[in-house]
């Protein structure tokens, strides 16, 4: 039984990551399309797709390496926990390595980046930090 389905996503795309796979599934949620797909727009994943399957709906994601195997995603890590969340205001939103980095929040208006929810001045959920 899995009790943190973000960090199952999140420690897939590190595990695959360190050994450079092309692409990687999972089994599909909401909140983890969201996550693929502000992954996608701020240029970590070159595309994610949902393929359906019989027991559950796959989420396949394209991970993304520079030009001689540079790694795009040096580090992912999960701020809020199920056994400590971590909220935020639009006011409290820092840049992550000023600026290299994002913040992904799950806010009322659904995932953002800290960069997208600074300019919509709203706040909420700290998932995850990527750089």
Request: net charge positive; charged share 30%.
């Amino acid at each position: 039984m899995m009790t943190d389905p973000i960090a199952d996503m999140l420690t897939r795309i590190r595990n695959a990551v360190s050994v450079e796979r092309p692409q990687i599934e999972m089994p599909a949620s909401k909140v983890k399309r969201g996550l693929a797909d502000v992954l996608k727009r701020e240029g970590y994943i070159w595309d994610w797709q949902e393929i359906e399957s019989a027991p559950a709906n796959q989420l396949r994601i394209e991970l993304k390496y520079g030009p001689n195997g540079e790694r795009v995603i040096q580090k992912i890590r999960r701020v809020s926990k199920p056994g400590r969340r971590v909220y935020l205001g639009a006011r409290d939103l820092r840049p992550i390595l000023n600026g290299l980095g994002i913040s992904i929040l799950s806010t009322s208006r659904g995932v953002l980046s800290d960069r997208e929810a600074r300019q919509r001045n709203l706040g909420g959920e700290i998932l995850c930090e990527v750089w």
